[in-house]
């Protein structure tokens, strides 16, 4: 049997509880769901997913689509980042033997940094293309940085000159 690939999902904007998944993670959630189709028959993977997305992949209802893991928001209140996901998504990779994976994230910046942090920690990016993610650009959104490919482009300025995420 081969060895089994991951398919993680980073997702993107986050609205108040009630209001999640909002339409860009649904839209992830959709592209796990695509990225597992597309893979050879018989391979097995598993889904890895931070909570907005796993939340979307369980209104499916199905085995298939479940999430093995979901990551949620730290229990200390803190910002949950890419890199918070990655390290929990890393921790299940090595328990089970996983050396490839399937990052599924916003393409615009997001997707190739994701990309670039897994290769960095030593893992086998499988590229799989997920087409076109919407940005949310509701009043609901409460990560301005995730509202527009402007808004985004001027936020990952600010961290490349040093301003902490989240702000």
Request: proline residues 10%; charged residues 20%.
């Amino acid at each position: 049997m081969p060895a089994p690939i991951a398919i993680i999902g980073f997702s993107f904007a986050l609205r108040p509880e009630p209001l999640e998944p909002n339409p860009s993670n649904i839209e992830l959630a959709r592209a796990m769901i695509m990225c597992k189709h597309r893979l050879r028959p018989g391979t097995p993977a598993v889904m890895l997913a931070q909570w907005e997305i796993a939340r979307a992949l369980h209104w499916y209802n199905r085995e298939e689509f479940r999430p093995a893991l979901s990551v949620g928001p730290p229990t200390d209140g803190s910002y949950l980042d890419s890199r918070g996901v990655w390290e929990a998504a890393k921790t299940y990779c090595e328990t089970h033997g996983i050396k490839v994976v399937v990052p599924v994230a916003q393409p615009f910046l997001h997707l190739p940094s994701v990309k670039q942090m897994i290769k960095k920690d030593g893992y086998t990016v499988l590229d799989i293309p997920i087409g076109k993610i919407p940005f949310d650009n509701s009043q609901f959104n409460t990560q301005p940085w995730t509202k527009s490919r402007f808004a985004l482009l001027k936020y990952a300025i600010k961290i490349k000159l040093g301003r902490s995420h989240g702000q």
